[in-house]
């Protein structure tokens, strides 16, 4: 079945046109592939063109010369020896490439170990101005904190005994907590009518 469509297929094609009858003789006789009634008509063209005789005159001659040349086949191991080599290839940049990241990350440590040393050894040479700085700091601190720890006590009592001040500090809180209120409410009612919106829309 395969055979005869291929048949029909062939049988449906176009014929040869004139102009390309000689081209087509001319490519087959370098193949060696004419019969012998196409041999002749090649050669009762040729007779008849000069020109046509002339061109089959170069294809001859370019067809020597390309078989004269020769085919260049790739040896056997082609495939392989190219495998090798971009193996190869691809081991030396991930070589090199761990070489670089090795080197930057010994230059990083390096340095920190560099700088951790430089301010150890600093913190050792100048160790008894910096205790003295550190303990003049913490007593400086402690005294300040101890201060404003006082202070704070000193202003709560002080408010605490007037009347005027605990009356002022309640109406504040209670404003403060009615405005707070009032503002989680509007929030809630806000949010409900935005959503009764898009359950609308």
Known sequence: MKNNFQNDAMNAQEPINAQDEPML????ALDGMLS?????????LLA???????LWDEWQRMDSRFSNVGR??????????????????????????????????????????????????SAYTNQAELMSDFVHSLIGFSASLMQW?????????????????????????????????????FLRNSTQVIESQQ???
């Open 25 to 28: 003789l001319m490519s087959l």
């Open 36 to 44: 012998p009634e196409e041999e002749a008509n090649l050669h009762g």
């Open 48 to 54: 008849q063109d000069e020109s046509l005789a002339v």
């Open 72 to 121: 260049v086949l790739p040896p056997i191991d082609f495939v392989q020896q190219f495998e090798v080599r971009l193996a190869a290839h691809d081991s030396r940049q991930l070589w090199w490439s761990n070489l670089f990241v090795i080197i930057g990350a010994l230059v990083i440590w390096g340095g920190l170990l560099a700088g951790a040393l430089f301010v150890g050894y």
């Open 149 to 185: 720890l006082r202070a704070f006590r000193i202003a709560m009592s002080t408010a605490s005994s007037s009347p005027q001040t605990v009356g002022l500090a309640v109406g504040y809180v209670c404003a403060a907590a009615a405005a707070l209120m009032w503002w989680i409410h």
């Open 199 to 201: 359950v609308q829309g």
